[in-house]
């Protein structure tokens, strides 16, 4: 298969976008997909907006078969059998559905081009000049068939007032434009000049709510018309890594990716934005890249990450110290590309000493000798001796799965919970962590099992934050806790506690906690910072009780890190451990991920949002920037949707809190 221009034909919606179980109105492309314009021509399906913006009255929702939003009013029914990718977006609520229904500007129509619901679609255009828009789109009546279409910013009067009148109750391309004088709309009347090479920002917007939109085309031949399902989508490579996901699969794990190898004269080029090293067969057909190994000495398996192709099997050879290790052949793909675990070679129990040189020889390879594979590989990963096999077989999530914007069944085990939470150390993340778990008590009707909490457990300061910052840091804790229990409600009975100023105090309230348990009425205990407050009130506490104690953990660093106590002296008070997934993997996200919250008209979504945003903001550590980060909450997560006992999340996601809270506010628990 040839790719020209650095396009990738997409023939399914599954072969294409990142991994995820999406919002109904939630963007399934990421800022970085870019859709190519090719000979005068570019298509694009409606889904693959990146942002909405202008969404406070009305959005655009997902539908397809297993994805069907119930945001009304809307009485029309799916009308995915048809659509391009059997999927396609309708701007909701739908108010107004025939002539006689009270028409209200700025709200179920607007006759101002860019004022509600606009999509944003970012396109790369190497041909300058005149496109002509056309949107394929299904319309049943008279007040379902408007659209305006911009471009940067701009609503241009040759973008307005798209028009359908024919075609109705079938999926129906149309470039035609409403005026006074012709209601159902003049042909060749809607384009867009694009005078300048380069990335240009799509955009439509609402004129009439409830209007159906499948895909649109931008053309330069003014007498081309689309048929059926029109031109196929061609975009840029996405920037997704596989290889990013399978380094962060185990904490351990230790990566060397592409970008450590100097590739200079070595025959090898970055390739899709950087994300792999490849082989252009015009120019050779094999390369070789060296690099030290950096890491501590010792054996570790190793995981070689290469990418199956469908034009070739290329061959990879890796080398120690100019010795050979071994040689890996990728298997034949369906796929233009394929990533995960059968292109993944493992070689356990390798020894290495810092500074061997590694090597990595790769020969293109080919299916029918006319057609070249590119020996892309992203890089090499270095695992704890006996756990290859397990990151091998990380899973990469390569297809879209669009789902009902449904929040996970809360399943809550009996008994009461407790929170143990730093915050006065390096790291800010447990201000979005604890906004966050209390949010989610009160949304999921809990707040009442909560008994304890309380935050600052860092009871010896380390240099690396300063006395006046650790202060600063207590009393931004204090704050999110009175804060957020306060405008979300549910905890009137329930003092929050500074462990390291209250020390006695707090020790005293959880230890109370503890001699309050049984076996029918056990307590859990988050661990959300170190361990010496959990230890200081089990020795404080009856023997007796601690075999109904469990303390949910996710992250060796809070277990490691106490002063005055192990975790496995924690662990010899004879509690049960319930350990889970680093929850960072999933809940340390992009910032722009919560803009959600940030833009809610719900005050109290808004100042969780500031919480976790303060952190973001932290100058004490550097690793927090432009990170959204409460991955503590993720523990509280797993146990109110069941724990070890009913098979609760163990790598929840923002997805998944933001349907709970969501829910919640919306009145649909």
């Known amino acids: 298969m040839k790719i020209k221009f650095l396009v990738l034909v997409l023939l399914v919606i599954s072969s294409f976008l990142n991994a995820q179980v999406v919002q109904l109105n939630a963007p399934i492309a990421n800022k970085d997909v870019v859709f190519m314009e090719n000979k005068g021509m570019v298509s694009v399906e409606a889904e693959y907006f990146y942002k909405q913006s202008k ?14 939003t119930k945001v009304g009013p809307d009485k029309d029914k799916s009308n995915h ?28 129509f607007s006759n101002k081009a860019g004022e509600l619901g606009v999509l944003h679609y970012k396109v790369r255009i190497t041909n300058p000049g005149r496109y002509y828009v056309w949107v394929r789109a299904f319309s049943t009546g008279s ?39 012709e209601h159902c709309g003049i042909p060749q009347q809607i384009y867009l000049d694009i005078d300048k090479k380069g990335l240009h920002d799509i955009q439509f917007s609402m004129r009439e709510d409830g209007f159906e939109f499948d895909k649109f085309i931008l053309t330069k031949d003014s007498s081309y018309k689309p048929k059926d399902l029109g031109e196929k989508t061609t975009t840029l490579w996405p920037l997704k890594s596989y290889y990013k996901q399978i380094g962060a699969s185990l904490l351990e794990n230790k990566t060397l990716p592409i970008a450590d190898f100097p590739i200079k004269g070595t025959g090898f080029y970055k390739h899709a934005g950087g994300k792999w090293l490849g082989i252009n067969p015009n120019k050779q057909k094999e390369a070789q890249a060296t690099t030290p190994f950096p890491f501590k000495s010792g054996n570790y398996d190793m995981v070689f990450v290469a990418v199956g192709e469908n034009d070739g099997q290329s061959e990879f050879k890796v080398l120690i110290n100019n010795k050979e290790l071994g040689t890996f052949t990728p298997p034949l793909t369906k796929d233009v590309f394929e990533e995960g675990e059968r292109n993944n070679k493992l070689w356990k129990n390798i020894k290495f000493k810092k500074g061997d040189k590694i090597t990595v020889i790769a020969k293109i390879g080919s299916a029918d000798g006319k057609e070249w594979a590119r020996a892309r590989w992203s890089g090499i990963v270095f695992v704890p001796v006996g756990i ?17 914007n449904r929040a996970p069944v ?84 329930l003092k929050f506690l500074d462990a390291k100023w209250n020390q006695k105090e707090t020790v005293k309230d959880l230890a109370r906690a503890i001699n309050a348990s049984s076996a029918e009425d056990p307590l859990w205990i ?5 361990p010496d407050i959990i230890g200081f009130a089990l020795d404080k506490s009856s023997k007796k009780k601690h075999k109904y104690v469990k303390v949910i953990t996710h992250h060796p660093a809070n277990d490691d890190a106490g002063d005055f106590y192990t975790w496995q002296q924690i662990l010899d008070f004879g509690v049960e451990e319930v350990r889970i997934p680093d929850q960072n993997i999933k809940l340390k996200v992009p910032i ?29 550590v550097k690793f927090q920037k432009g990170k959204w980060d409460c991955s503590d909450a993720g523990m509280l997560l797993y146990w109110i949707t069941g724990a070890n006992v009913n098979k609760g999340l163990k790598q929840g996601t923002v997805s998944d809190v933001k349907n709970i809270l969501l829910n919640f506010i919306e009145g649909k628990k």
Not at 55 to 68: C, D, F, G, L, P
Request: charged share 25%; with cysteine; net charge neutral.
């Open 592 to 620: 722009n991920q919560w803009d959600w919250a940030r833009d809610h008209k719900d005050k109290r979504l808004q100042q969780v949002w500031v919480y976790g945003k303060m952190a973001e903001v932290d100058d004490v």
């Open 81 to 108: 059998a048809n659509a391009s990718n059997g999927t396609y977006i309708e701007i909701l609520p739908d108010s107004r559905v025939t002539h006689t229904d009270k028409l209200v500007p700025g709200e179920n």
């Open 410 to 493: 809360i399943d809550a085990p009996k008994g009461r919970i407790a929170v143990v939470a730093d915050g006065n150390s390096p790291d800010p993340d447990d201000l979005g962590g604890t906004a966050v778990s209390l949010a989610l008590l009160r949304a999921t009707g809990l707040a009442s099992k909560l008994v304890h909490y309380s935050h600052s457990c860092d009871l010896v300061r380390v240099k690396r934050i300063s006395e006046k910052a650790e202060i600063e840091r207590h009393a931004l804790m204090q704050s999110v806790c009175d804060v957020t229990a306060r405008r979300w409600g549910g905890f009137n009975n």
């Open 143 to 181: 007040e379902d068939n408007g659209l305006h279409v911009g471009l940067n910013g701009n609503w241009p009067e040759n973008g307005k007032r798209m028009q359908w009148c024919q075609g109705k109750n079938k999926w129906t391309w149309e470039s035609k434009q409403r005026t006074k004088e």
């Open 388 to 404: 290859g096999q397990r990151v091998i077989k990380t899973p990469f999530e390569g297809t879209l799965k669009v789902a009902q």
């Open 55 to 68: 969404t406070a009255v009305r959005q655009w929702y997902i539908t397809a078969k297993n994805a069907q």
């Open 526 to 530: 988050i661990e959300a910072g170190e």
